[in-house]
C-alpha cells in the first residue's frame, strides 16, 4: 500500500524544456525529455499530493491525477508559475529552461542570404530566483543540471535563488541527465549536508527528493 504521507499537501512541479520561437518555423530549445519532471508527479500523486505540473512540450503522456498546465516559452512558464505559487506548500522546479530567448520573433519565416546571420538573445526571468524572493515557508527546490564544477556550481544556486535544497545532475555522466529513464544525483540542502543517489531509475529519485522535501516543511 503506498505511503500516503503528501495527502493534503500542494505540489508544484516544473517539467521539460522551454521552446523559444525564432520564427513561425524555427525555435531554440533543450534536450530535456520532462522524465524527471513527470518522475516527480507521479510520485507525488501516489503519496496523496494534490499536484500541479506546469510542463513545456514532451512526448509523456500526464501521470493520472495531476493537474496539467502546458506552456512553451520561459515567459509562459513564469507566468504559469506566477499564477499557481501562492497556496503550494512544495514547488520543484526541474524543467530545463532557457536563459536568453531571441529580441524578436519574426512572423514571416527568415529569409537566408549569402552572409552569416547573427541572433541577438536577450535575457528571460530566472523563475526560481524570483520564487525565492517570495519564499515565505514554501519548501523551494531547484535542479542545476551542470557539466563540471557539479557540487560547487550547485551550492551557489542555493544561496542566489534562496532553496532549500537543490538536485545536482552531473549531464556528463552515463546514465544522468537529459534524455535518460536514470539518473544519478547529489542532493545538497541549504545547511551544507549532501545525499549522493547512485544510478536509479528517475521515480526512485523523485521519492528520495520527495522524502527531503517533507522534512523542510513547515
Ligand atoms: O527532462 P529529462 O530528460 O528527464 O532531464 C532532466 C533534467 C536534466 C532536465 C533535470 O534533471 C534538470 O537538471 N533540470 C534543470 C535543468 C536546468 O535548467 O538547470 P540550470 O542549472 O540551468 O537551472 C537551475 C535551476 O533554475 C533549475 O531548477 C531551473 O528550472 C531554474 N531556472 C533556470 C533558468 C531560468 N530562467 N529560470 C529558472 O527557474
Same mark, same amino acid.
Given at each position: 500500500?503506498?505511503?500516503?504521507?503528501?495527502?493534503?499537501?500542494?505540489?508544484?512541479?516544473?517539467?521539460?524544456?522551454?521552446?523559444?520561437?525564432?520564427?513561425?518555423?524555427?525555435?531554440?530549445?533543450?534536450?530535456?525529455?520532462?522524465?524527471?519532471?513527470?518522475?516527480?508527479?507521479?510520485?507525488?500523486?501516489?503519496?496523496?499530493?494534490?499536484? %500541479?505540473? =506546469?510542463?513545456?512540450?514532451?512526448?509523456?503522456?500526464?501521470?493520472?491525477? /495531476? !493537474?496539467?498546465?502546458? +506552456?512553451?516559452?520561459? $515567459?509562459?512558464?513564469?507566468?504559469?508559475?506566477?499564477?499557481?505559487?501562492?497556496?503550494?506548500?512544495?514547488?520543484?522546479?526541474?524543467?530545463?529552461?532557457?536563459?536568453?530567448?531571441?529580441?524578436?520573433?519574426?512572423? %514571416?519565416? =527568415?529569409?537566408?542570404?549569402?552572409?552569416?546571420?547573427?541572433?541577438?538573445? /536577450? !535575457?528571460?526571468?530566472? +523563475?526560481?530566483?524570483? $520564487?525565492?524572493?517570495?519564499?515565505?515557508?514554501?519548501?523551494?527546490?531547484?535542479?542545476?543540471?551542470?557539466?563540471?564544477?557539479?557540487?560547487?556550481?550547485?551550492?551557489?544556486?542555493?544561496?542566489?535563488?534562496?532553496?532549500?535544497? =537543490?538536485?545536482?545532475?552531473?549531464?556528463?555522466?552515463?546514465?544522468?541527465?537529459?534524455?535518460?529513464?536514470?539518473?544519478?544525483?547529489?542532493?545538497?540542502?541549504?545547511?551544507?549536508?549532501?545525499?549522493?543517489?547512485?544510478?536509479?531509475?528517475?521515480?526512485?529519485?523523485?521519492?528520495?527528493?520527495?522524502?527531503?522535501?517533507?522534512?523542510?516543511?513547515?
Amino acid at each position: 500500500k503506498p505511503n500516503r504521507d503528501l495527502e493534503g499537501k500542494k505540489v508544484l512541479i516544473t517539467a521539460g524544456p522551454t521552446r523559444e520561437s525564432l520564427d513561425p518555423v524555427r525555435f531554440i530549445t533543450n534536450h530535456s525529455s520532462g522524465k524527471m519532471g513527470y518522475s516527480l508527479a507521479e510520485a507525488a500523486v501516489e503519496r496523496g499530493a494534490d499536484v %500541479t505540473l =506546469i510542463s513545456g512540450p514532451t512526448n509523456l503522456s500526464p501521470p493520472m491525477g /495531476v !493537474r496539467l498546465i502546458k +506552456i512553451n516559452t520561459t $515567459l509562459d512558464m513564469y507566468n504559469a508559475v506566477m499564477k499557481n505559487y501562492i497556496d503550494q506548500h512544495i514547488i520543484i522546479k526541474s524543467a530545463a529552461v532557457a536563459d536568453y530567448r531571441p529580441e524578436t520573433v519574426s512572423t %514571416t519565416k =527568415i529569409k537566408k542570404n549569402e552572409g552569416n546571420l547573427t541572433l541577438t538573445l /536577450v !535575457r528571460n526571468p530566472d +523563475i526560481l530566483k524570483e $520564487l525565492g524572493c517570495l519564499k515565505e515557508d514554501r519548501v523551494l527546490v531547484g535542479f542545476a543540471a551542470e557539466s563540471d564544477n557539479v557540487i560547487e556550481n550547485a551550492k551557489g544556486k542555493i544561496n542566489r535563488k534562496n532553496l532549500d535544497f =537543490i538536485v545536482a545532475n552531473d549531464i556528463t555522466e552515463e546514465g544522468a541527465g537529459f534524455g535518460t529513464d536514470t539518473n544519478i544525483v547529489n542532493i545538497i540542502d541549504k545547511n551544507g549536508e549532501i545525499e549522493k543517489v547512485e544510478k536509479s531509475s528517475k521515480r526512485e529519485i523523485a521519492h528520495r527528493i520527495l522524502d527531503k522535501a517533507k522534512k523542510f516543511i513547515k
